[in-house]
């Protein structure tokens, strides 16, 4: 069942298959485009632009829980995650490794965490 006005809200994180709970809506991913950036002038005029790389990445928090390998989470190498969207599309992050700091709190018991990767790509 699809939900053809919906945009935002309910998301699913997997990683390598095993699925996470999500904390709300502060996910954050990239593809890895180029960052295109002008150049101006001394006179601020603008000449074009340079492109510069970008890695991948999804990046967001985590509940903790019981079940969580949190060493394993942040030693992870050369894994799958895919983020699945509330408005239908999926991120998949492929060769992936933890790029975080692996902070947690015990607040509202949330891991923070990076995951960067060789190559990422939208499906619709």
């Known amino acids: 069942m699809g939900y053809a006005n919906r945009r935002s809200g ?6 390598n298959g095993t699925l996470f709970s999500a904390k709300g809506g502060s996910f954050k991913y990239n593809l890895g485009m180029p960052k295109n950036e ?13 492109s510069t790389a970008q890695v991948p990445f999804i ?3 985590i509940y903790d829980g019981k079940d969580i ?3 394993a ?5 050369d894994g799958t995650a895919t983020l699945e969207l509330a408005n239908g599309k999926t991120i998949i992050l492929r060769n992936c490794w933890f790029a975080g700091t692996g902070e947690t709190q015990t607040e509202e018991a949330n891991i923070t965490f990076r ?7 939208e499906l619709k």
């Open 10 to 15: 309910i998301i699913h994180l997997k990683i």
């Open 69 to 71: 390998d949190l060493k």
């Open 38 to 50: 002008a150049l101006l002038d001394a006179s601020g005029q603008s000449i074009g632009y340079k």
């Open 73 to 77: 989470l942040c030693t992870l190498d």
């Open 115 to 121: 995951l960067e990767g060789r190559s990422a790509e």
């Open 59 to 61: 990046e967001g928090e």
